[in-house]
């Protein structure tokens, strides 16, 4: 059983940068598929970034591309999410998943995971 606990989240004004890290217990192992998601008040869940832990390979929604950058720290069974040039826009609960699955296939489908964190706050102020 994986448990997952966020921390790093804040309050930044635009422009701005945070770190998010996932700390994560029990097994992972290479065929996991770890992701961030994100959910501001009245507004539907979104997948921000996936990581796939055997082969590194990641994947990322087109509004955070070229920003948010997702790793991982195997040895710490850490993973995390760095944000620069923040918007409001990114205000939201950010929130770290993790599946047990060959691939991070349909990884923005929050459906699919079956651990998850207890979030932490990201708020953009313009």
């Known amino acids: 059983q994986v448990q997952l606990v966020e921390s790093g989240g804040g309050s930044v004004q635009a422009g701005g940068s945070l770190r998010l890290t996932c700390a994560a217990s029990?097994?992972?192992?290479?065929?996991?598929?770890m992701a961030w998601f994100r959910q501001a008040p009245g507004k539907e869940r979104e997948g921000v970034a996936s990581?796939?832990?055997?082969?590194?390979?990641?994947y990322y929604a087109d509004s955070v591309k070229g920003r948010f950058t997702i790793s991982q720290d195997n040895a710490k069974n850490t993973l995390y999410l760095q944000m620069n040039s923040l918007k409001p826009e990114d205000t939201a609960m950010y929130y770290c998943a993790a599946r047990r699955t060959p691939s991070c296939a349909l990884w923005s489908m929050g459906r699919t995971y079956h651990a998850w964190g207890q979030g932490t706050q990201v708020t953009v102020s313009s």
């Open positions: 990581i796939y832990i055997g082969s590194g390979s990641t």
């Open positions: 029990g097994y992972t192992g290479s065929t996991t598929c």
